[in-house]
């Protein structure tokens, strides 16, 4: 279970209004990673390639989990990125699978260069220190109820 809130990149708004994202056209994933969030927002160019992703076993298959739905919409000048079709993500428990996790990467799987990390959740309970396990328990990240994140102009 996911411990802390979202954060965006710093990066992000530079590598969006260089039209990295398409927020309503593009296919985006969560993987999840062993490094602790610590300086994790800084990235100078947040690249998955930068974090190490879990191994592949049990219940995780290398590249996450695609969001179901990913929408992108504006009301009374707040833009809200949720994944419409669902309410979060879930990894199923299973033997074998990797108990080395610490973070949740939300990255778009068509941007080919850098800048395709997009922001990142605490999966731990001590910030970053103790990694959680998907042998012990199923993982579920929940979306809050205004989105996975919002742009106010």
Not at 55 to 73: D, E, N, R
Request: hydrophobic share 40%.
């Amino acid at each position: 279970m996911a411990q802390g809130t979202f954060t965006l990149f710093q990066e992000f708004a530079l590598s969006l209004a260089n039209g990295y994202h398409d927020l309503d056209g593009d296919t985006f994933s969560v993987i999840l990673v062993s490094d602790a969030i610590t300086g994790m927002g800084i990235t100078a160019t947040p690249d998955r390639d930068d974090f190490s992703e879990v191994g592949p076993s049990g219940g995780y298959s290398t590249g996450g989990i695609a969001l179901t739905t990913p929408s992108w919409t504006e009301a009374d000048g707040v833009a809200t990125f949720d994944d419409s079709g669902a309410s979060g993500v879930t990894w199923t428990a299973a033997a074998g699978s990797p108990t080395n996790i610490k973070t949740g990467l939300l990255v778009n799987d068509e941007v080919t260069a850098t800048y395709d990390c997009i922001g990142f959740i605490d999966m731990t309970a001590d910030a970053g220190g103790t990694a959680i396990s998907l042998v012990a328990g199923s993982i579920t990240i929940t979306w809050g109820a205004g989105g996975i994140f919002t742009v106010t102009i």
